[in-house]
T-cell receptor
Framework: GAGVSQTPSNKVTEKGKYVELRCDPI?????LYWYRQSLGQGPEFLIY????????DSGLPNDRFFAVRPEGSVSTLKIQRTERGDSAVYLC?????????????FGQGTRLTVV | DQQVKQNSPSLSVQEGRISILNCDYT??????FLWYKKYPAEGPTFLIS?????DKNEDGRFTVFLNKSAKHLSLHIVPSQPGDSAVYFC????????????FGTGTRLKVLA
């Protein structure tokens, strides 16, 4: 597909479990972002990758959250010991590079529900 | 603290009239601003952007105005169409950084036919 793809689209997990959320960016896009959107809020920045490296992880809420992008394309957001407060829509976005006039393209998101 | 604010959670406009969505920011270092539109169960889609060196950018029915002294931007849609009904997010970023976006809480626009 031509757009950013996120899987799964919905994930229900029990409190305390581990989850992985996957993002397939647009081919050739070097910049990749993860955001989290809670109900009634705008998306909140979590982490930014330029290529394979996490250039900015200042938005990760705590050490239960981790993300990787080992080959500079697909990225996985990993959440350990999930809590009910982690329930949100997790959005992935990519852009050709981080820069002016290169707006980010968002995927449809993964809705995570922790019960 | 909310660095980007959209104080109107919702707005209803008659089809054919102008829609004006407002956004305020507190960080004077922000130098690039964007508007995204979001339909239910979809990701945000880019609409229009503006650099801080400009005060207006126009793209078809959509115009964004930036008032740096007031730290305020607005999105004008004219004429409004029922398909414009969506949630609109304002976002700001620093071009000297990682281009992470700081989003507002969104305004739900409903265009009445």
């Amino acid at each position: 597909g031509a757009g950013v793809s996120q899987t799964p689209s919905n994930k229900v997990t029990e409190k305390g479990k581990y989850v992985e959320l996957r993002c397939d960016p647009i081919s050739g896009h070097t910049a990749l972002y993860w955001y989290r959107q809670s109900l009634g809020q705008g998306p909140e920045f979590l982490i930014y990758f330029q290529g394979t490296g996490a250039a900015d992880d200042s938005g990760l809420p705590n050490d239960r959250f981790f993300a990787v992008r080992p080959e500079g394309s697909v990225s996985t957001l990993k959440i350990q010991r999930t809590e009910r407060g982690d329930s949100a829509v997790y959005l992935c976005a990519s852009s050709p590079q981080a820069g002016v006039n290169t707006e980010a393209f968002f995927g449809q998101g993964t809705r995570l529900t922790v019960v | 603290d909310q660095q980007v604010k959209q104080n109107s959670p919702s707005l209803s406009v008659q089809e054919g009239r102008i829609s004006i969505l407002n956004c305020d920011y507190t960080n004077s270092m922000f130098d690039y601003f964007l508007w995204y539109k979001k339909y239910p169960a979809e990701g945000p889609t880019f609409l229009i952007s503006i650099s801080s060196i400009k005060d207006k950018n126009e793209d078809g029915r959509f115009t964004v105005f930036l008032n740096k002294s007031a730290k305020h931007l607005s999105l004008h849609i004219v004429p409004s169409q029922p398909g414009d009904s969506a949630v609109y997010f304002c976002a700001a970023t620093l071009t000297s950084g990682t281009y992470k976006y700081i989003f507002g809480t969104g305004t739900r626009l409903k265009v009445l036919a």
